[in-house]
């Protein structure tokens, strides 16, 4: 199976055919869709003959925008239109960290849409309670006054964090109330995560109000959950969610 690659007005994209629920991945804050964990999916997928998705969401990878001009808010409307107009019927979505938050924001808004979500070290509410929370007074009120703050990155160049992100997070909060989702959630944390705590998947399945919801902790796991032992558990926990092959719905 070949991916089609395309785009959606500003938005980069590629896409398997393939019989359904799709697998629609949603990746990280400054991450894009050639990473490991997409890259493993799209090559499970074909191997299945899945339909799979992705995508860079607005200023990310070969999407067109500027990074430091997004919030949850864009993002979370980016992955809205690529749902809507490149997938049909029910739908896995597998969120990795900020990926995380979005599928939960996708869930709530079309709950007809969802067949499954799978958190990868899912980190909903990171802007305030993994950023703002944390920042220290210096960093704040440099973000209050010059609008950013360049952060350090262990995995690359500086990157802006910027207070239009701040306060746009804040509209988008998911772990102030219950979550009304019944779908199948799975979710996946590597207890040496260092950028989101573990006990962070334990807070979201509390507050899902569905009864059908696994968490599994991957104790050497860090935070990309990217070695080839994790990217197999990802594989089995996606497999598990699906209709055994040949009784597959048309996707």
Same mark, same amino acid.
């Given at each position: 199976? *070949?991916?089609?690659?395309g *785009?959606?007005?500003?938005?980069?994209?590629?896409?398997?055919?393939?019989?359904?629920?799709?697998?629609?991945?949603?990746?990280?804050?400054?991450?894009?869709?050639?990473?490991?964990?997409?890259?493993?999916?799209?090559?499970?997928?074909?191997?299945?003959?899945?339909?799979?998705?992705?995508?860079?969401?607005?200023?990310?990878? %070969?999407?067109?925008?500027?990074?430091?001009?997004?919030?949850?808010?864009?993002?979370?409307?980016?992955?809205?239109?690529?749902?809507?107009?490149? %997938?049909?019927?029910?739908?896995?979505?597998?969120?990795?960290?900020?990926?995380?938050?979005?599928?939960?924001?996708?869930?709530?808004?079309?709950?007809?849409?969802?067949?499954?979500?799978?958190?990868?070290?899912?980190?909903?509410?990171?802007?305030?309670?993994?950023?703002?929370?944390?920042f220290?007074?210096?960093?704040?009120?440099?973000?209050?006054?010059?609008?950013?703050?360049?952060?350090?990155?262990?995995?690359?160049?500086?990157?802006?964090? %910027?207070?239009?992100?701040?306060?746009?997070?804040?509209?988008?909060?998911?772990?102030?109330?219950?979550?009304p989702?019944?779908?199948? @959630?799975?979710?996946?944390?590597?207890?040496?995560?260092a950028? @989101?705590?573990?006990?962070?998947?334990?807070?979201?399945?509390?507050?899902? %109000?569905?009864g059908? @919801?696994?968490?599994?902790?991957v104790?050497q796991?860090?935070?990309?959950?990217?070695?080839?032992?994790?990217l197999?558990?990802?594989?089995?926990?996606?497999?598990?969610?699906?209709?055994?092959?040949?009784?597959?719905?048309?996707?």
């Amino acid at each position: 199976m *070949t991916e089609e690659h395309g *785009t959606l007005g500003h938005l980069a994209y590629r896409r398997l055919a393939g019989r359904g629920p799709g697998i629609v991945f949603l990746g990280g804050f400054n991450s894009d869709m050639t990473g490991s964990k997409a890259e493993y999916l799209a090559a499970w997928c074909a191997a299945r003959g899945q339909a799979f998705l992705r995508f860079d969401y607005s200023g990310h990878g %070969t999407s067109g925008g500027r990074f430091e001009e997004g919030s949850i808010g864009l993002w979370a409307s980016d992955a809205e239109r690529v749902l809507l107009e490149l %997938t049909q019927g029910p739908q896995i979505l597998v969120g990795s960290s900020m990926g995380g938050w979005i599928a939960l924001l996708l869930a709530q808004r079309h709950p007809e849409r969802l067949a499954g979500l799978v958190g990868i070290a899912a980190a909903p509410d990171f802007t305030e309670d993994l950023m703002w929370a944390q920042f220290p007074p210096a960093v704040r009120v440099q973000i209050e006054r010059e609008g950013f703050w360049l952060r350090p990155s262990e995995y690359g160049a500086p990157y802006p964090i %910027t207070r239009t992100l701040i306060e746009d997070g804040r509209r988008h909060l998911v772990l102030r109330a219950p979550l009304p989702i019944t779908a199948p @959630v799975r979710l996946l944390h590597g207890q040496q995560d260092a950028d @989101v705590p573990w006990a962070l998947s334990l807070r979201i399945a509390e507050m899902i %109000t569905g009864g059908d @919801v696994e968490v599994t902790l991957v104790k050497q796991g860090d935070h990309r959950l990217s070695k080839p032992d994790e990217l197999a558990l990802l594989g089995r926990t996606l497999g598990a969610l699906l209709p055994p092959l040949g009784r597959e719905n048309p996707g």
